[in-house]
């Protein structure tokens, strides 16, 4: 009875959005014109970097362009690339849904502490991890590597949406799909799973993107792929046509990526409108499973977690005075921190806003338009820090001199790199806020400004944080885009860690990955935090 009874709220939770109708722009939870200039505007400053680098690839000569397109060395880019991503971007979705069922989902003990711990690692940036692994096992380089580290680094990313979509799934499909005979697997199949597919394939079209800039964690173990062939031409040739060629073929790459993601995700609508309330969803009892599900989430935490930080520390322990050393540095350690502080906040709120009518316009029109613009804030993040800064660096210096080597170029250079972090989270949260939620406000004379402050904002809070977060992680430990564009003088911490490591200084670039990873910790906290959520 009870799920005759509900399966009219879950009717309407998943359905093709007809052209014109719910998502679409005729309906009253349509767009405002301000909105659509703001997100169009966001998409421009975006895609700068995106035409400086296209234009200087289009007027490199055609036969040294052809020479350089059609070397060998070229093609085996390419594949390390793609198999790079494929391979480690399915490890991600995999641990990703299979952890987050596992917290969420099951009679697992100890579900809030596996939450904190399988966040954590965001708080270790991929170049520390990386540096963690060669420093414990010299050896450690090629594909299996690179597979390796950037799994541990970015699975995150999938299990945060993953997680928090299966806490709000309103149980009612499953009800009615066990009271018509389907069993756990064909429930979790056929009714849970596609209505995860926004959020793990959000979070994997955010792995994928950082696979592609992805720079110090793969020179580290020594894989080449298109961002370190682009950053080891930049450093023999600063602005050679190769390093822009390179660049344009991992545009296209993007574009391929981009256009998949979009397909696979399809135009159904995951709102729920309906009569009665929303409920938690049932556990599945784990019984003899309980052991090795325990054993192997420790063992992925062990990995992701406990190797930095134990690498870090063993660091510390053989040279006790580098921390302290680095610390009363006038020039090093405090003054990197605050400055990393400062650049992360800024980042952070300039990139929140930028992304909110981009996340609005996305989740509330299912047309070309909103696809476009979407997709434009993705492109360039998707570059190698160090050709955004450079193509900023062209920009401003023929029509903006004064910014130059500015704090406010720099925060720019973030937003662009960092956009999508803030715009997937966004959309997750606002994907499963009803549009007739707005039509009601509307219908009750209140305007746009304040449905947009009554209504949306508070539903797009749980995604704000998160994105707030990611954003200011990325900051925290942005490498090459900082290295160009910081003004004279400017140390963050990941340029510290980088300046010692570089130099096979470990116990000198111990105190800086510390640092980061002491900042980064309490964002893994943000991160978790629901205003829904129940304690569990």
């Known amino acids: 009875?009870?799920?005759?009874?509900?399966?009219?709220?879950?009717?309407?939770?998943?359905?093709?959005?007809?052209?014109?109708?719910?998502?679409?722009?005729?309906?009253?939870?349509?767009?405002?014109?301000?909105?659509?200039?703001?997100?169009?505007?966001v998409a421009a400053l975006t895609l700068l970097p995106v035409v400086v680098v296209t234009a200087r690839a289009v007027t490199t000569d055609p036969g040294a362009a052809a020479d350089i397109l059609l070397r060998?060395?070229?093609?085996?880019?390419?594949g390390n690339t793609l198999t790079l991503v494929v391979l480690s971007g399915t490890a991600c979705l995999g641990l990703g849904?299979?952890?987050?069922?596992?917290?969420?989902?099951?009679?697992?003990?100890?579900?809030?502490?596996?939450?904190?711990?399988?966040?954590?690692?965001?708080?270790?940036?991929?170049?520390?991890?990386?540096?963690?692994?060669?420093?414990?096992?010299?050896?450690?380089?090629?594909?299996?590597?690179?597979?390796?580290?950037?799994?541990?680094?970015?699975?995150?990313?999938?299990?945060?949406?993953?997680?928090?979509?299966?806490?709000?799934?309103?149980?009612?499909?499953?009800?009615?799909?066990?009271?018509?005979?389907?069993?756990?697997?064909?429930?979790?199949?056929?009714?849970?799973?596609?209505?995860?597919?926004?959020?793990?394939?959000?979070?994997?079209?955010?792995?994928?993107?950082?696979?592609?800039?992805?720079f110090g964690a793969l020179e580290l173990v020594r894989f080449p792929t298109f961002t370190v062939a682009i950053l080891q031409q930049y450093d023999t040739s600063f602005a050679g046509a190769t390093a822009e060629l390179l660049a344009l073929v991992l545009l296209v790459v993007t574009a391929g990526i981009l256009l998949t993601e979009h397909l696979a995700r399809g135009r159904a609508r995951y709102a729920r409108l309906g009569p009665g309330s929303r409920r938690r969803a049932g556990v599945v009892p784990l019984g003899r499973w309980t052991v090795p599900a325990l054993a192997g989430l420790g063992a992925l935490v062990v990995a992701a977690l406990g190797v930095p930080l134990g690498s870090l520390a063993r660091w510390l322990g053989a040279a006790p005075d580098a921390f302290s050393e680095t610390a009363s540095d006038a020039g090093a350690l405090v003054p990197a921190t605050l400055t990393t502080l400062g650049l992360a906040a800024a980042a952070a709120a300039v990139t929140l806003v930028a992304a909110f009518p981009v996340a609005w316009l996305v989740t509330r029109r299912q047309d070309r338009l909103a696809a476009a613009v979407e997709r434009a804030t993705y492109l360039a993040s998707s570059l190698p820090g160090v050709v955004v800064a450079l193509a900023l660096v062209t920009l401003t210096v023929r029509a903006v001199p004064v910014l130059y080597q500015s704090t406010t170029l720099l925060v720019v250079a973030y937003t662009v790199l960092f956009l999508p972090r803030a715009v997937v989270s966004l959309r997750a949260a606002l994907a499963q806020a009803p549009p007739e939620l707005v039509d009601a406000a509307r219908a009750l004379g209140v305007g746009y400004g304040g449905a947009l402050r009554r209504v949306l904002v508070p539903l797009a809070l749980p995604g704000a944080l998160a994105g707030t977060a990611l954003v200011v992680v990325a900051t925290a430990t942005e490498l090459t885009a900082t290295l160009l564009l910081a003004p004279t003088g400017t140390r963050t911490l990941a340029t510290g860690f980088w300046a010692a490591s570089d130099s096979l200084d470990y116990a000198a670039a111990a105190p800086y990955a510390v640092v980061m990873v002491l900042l980064s910790v309490p964002l893994t906290w943000l991160l978790l935090r629901r205003p829904t959520e129940e304690a569990g």
């Open 1 to 41: 009875m009870r799920a005759t009874a509900q399966a009219p709220a879950g009717r309407e939770t998943h359905r093709p959005a007809a052209p014109g109708h719910g998502l679409g722009p005729v309906a009253g939870a349509g767009v405002p014109r301000w909105v659509v200039v703001a997100a169009l505007g």
């Open 72 to 78: 060998p060395r070229l093609a085996e880019l390419l």
């Open 97 to 214: 849904i299979a952890a987050g069922w596992l917290v969420e989902r099951t009679t697992l003990p100890l579900r809030g502490l596996w939450r904190l711990l399988l966040v954590a690692p965001l708080a270790v940036p991929a170049f520390v991890n990386a540096y963690a692994w060669v420093s414990l096992r010299p050896g450690t380089d090629g594909l299996v590597a690179a597979v390796g580290v950037t799994t541990l680094s970015y699975f995150p990313f999938v299990y945060l949406p993953v997680a928090a979509a299966l806490r709000g799934l309103d149980p009612a499909l499953e009800d009615s799909a066990r009271a018509l005979g389907l069993g756990p697997v064909a429930v979790f199949g056929r009714v849970v799973l596609p209505q995860l597919r926004p959020a793990a394939l959000g979070g994997l079209l955010l792995v994928s993107l950082h696979l592609l800039a992805e």
